[in-house]
Nanobody, 125 residues
């Protein structure tokens, strides 16, 4: 088992910011890419962002580019998602996940094998 524990969600007004954190244990964190996903009400879980093992490579889904920043601290076994200029359509449960195979940076759900419990982000208009 690889526990992932998220924190940082909440209620924020449109245009505001939130920072999500995800602490990982039970795996050599620095060897694995990390991802953030979200599930809006009535919709399937979708990819948001991923970061490579060193933190220098990142990739985002188009709707969040320029507003969200994924980062990681390998000394703390933690990945972050800084969310700025939030919009009501960003409202969702956000999940962090760790890649199934080492040294990969991927965007599909199936490429991740352990997930956090999810943290609710609600953006009011």
């Amino acid at each position: 088992q690889v526990p992932l524990v998220e924190s940082g969600g909440g209620l924020v007004q449109a245009g505001g910011s939130l920072r999500l954190s995800c602490a990982v244990s039970g795996r050599t964190f620095c060897d694995y890419g990390m991802g953030w996903f979200r599930r809006a009400p009535g919709q399937e879980r979708e990819f948001v962002a991923t970061v490579g093992t060193s933190g220098t490579r990142t990739y985002y889904v188009d709707p969040v580019k320029g507003r969200f920043t994924i980062s990681r601290d390998n000394a703390k076994n933690t990945v972050y998602l800084q969310m700025n200029s939030l919009k009501p359509k960003d409202t969702a449960v956000y999940y962090c996940a760790i890649a199934r195979w080492p040294r990969t940076m991927v965007t599909s759900n199936s490429a991740y094998d352990y997930w956090g419990q999810g943290t609710q982000v609600t953006v009011s208009s």
